[in-house]
């Protein structure tokens, strides 16, 4: 992965991934990390020096988050990121007919509109990037279990491909990082929220050491949903890091509780 913008953007902080789209070029992607920012406490980088949150909701500085916003804002080259109010559900915002100046209550989001970026907000919950062939459309969708087994990739990839006229095996998707299946303990009632739907989905789940409780790949269960929803395996990249695996680059919700968030952002050049 390389640094991206224009000569004047302001560098990427090193463990940023600007994402690379094969055969997809005019298609940007970036997955911010708690590297980077001006935030403090338990918002700031492991090793004390400014953190990069972007949650307004989580009890951070609101000054911190603002310029943190901003200094992102400056290294996309001119798209602006389009922020949602996430309640872990499957709606889907529409932003080529965002007025600007509000906040769309969804858990994803698609564009065909060049200079803005659709964008979602993780901490362990699992941030998948969606692009159309020859850049016709990109969608972000944040997905955590709750929106993952109520169907918000399968609406995100069902928007894109009709907005961008395109089949759904058409669309490439990238998986950000998110809680590992080492570290994701979840119970019955999460298993069967898949399995009752999807048998297969069951080779997602591990027996835990407690009865009742289960270890679940969210990166497969995801893979899983997407080729439900059309798209092709071997257009189904990234995944496998896991955010609470890794405290120096990543904030995890599951790991620290009172933390930062980052972003994971798709926009069209």
């Known amino acids: 992965m390389s640094g991206a913008g224009d000569a004047g953007a302001a560098p990427m902080p090193a463990s940023w991934s600007v994402l690379q789209w094969p055969g997809n070029p005019r ?32 009890g951070d500085d609101p000054a911190a988050v603002s310029r943190n916003r901003e200094l992102l804002a400056a290294r996309l080259a001119g798209a ?96 950000g990082p998110a809680i590992g299946p080492a570290h994701f303990e979840v119970g019955d009632e999460v298993r069967e929220a898949f399995v009752g739907v999807d048998a297969r989905a069951a080779s997602a789940f591990v027996s835990g050491a407690r009865p009742g409780k289960w270890m679940a790949d969210l990166f497969e269960l995801a893979r899983m949903r997407l080729q439900r929803a059309g798209l092709l395996r071997r ?24 933390t930062g968030r980052q972003a994971a952002l798709v926009w069209l050049d």
């Open 27 to 58: 298609v940007r992607g970036l997955l911010t990390t708690r590297v980077g920012g001006c935030s403090a406490g338990a918002y700031a980088a492991a090793d004390g020096s400014g953190g990069m949150n972007l949650g307004a909701h989580v």
């Open 80 to 175: 602006e990121p389009v922020w949602l109010e996430q309640v872990h559900g499957s709606d889907l915002a529409d932003l080529d007919a965002w007025p600007g100046g509000s906040v769309p209550r969804a858990d994803a989001a698609v564009l065909t509109r060049r200079g803005l970026a659709a964008c979602v907000l993780v901490a362990d919950c699992l941030p998948v990037l969606l692009a159309a062939p020859d850049a016709r459309g990109v969608a972000a969708a944040h997905a955590g279990w709750r929106g993952l087994s109520g169907g918000v990739l399968e609406h995100a990839a069902a928007a894109l491909a009709r907005r961008a006229a395109c089949d759904a095996a058409q669309l490439q998707a990238w998986l």
């Open 235 to 258: 257009c189904i990249l990234g995944g496998g890091i896991c955010t609470v695996s890794n405290p120096s680059i990543y904030y995890s919700y599951r790991r620290d509780r009172v």
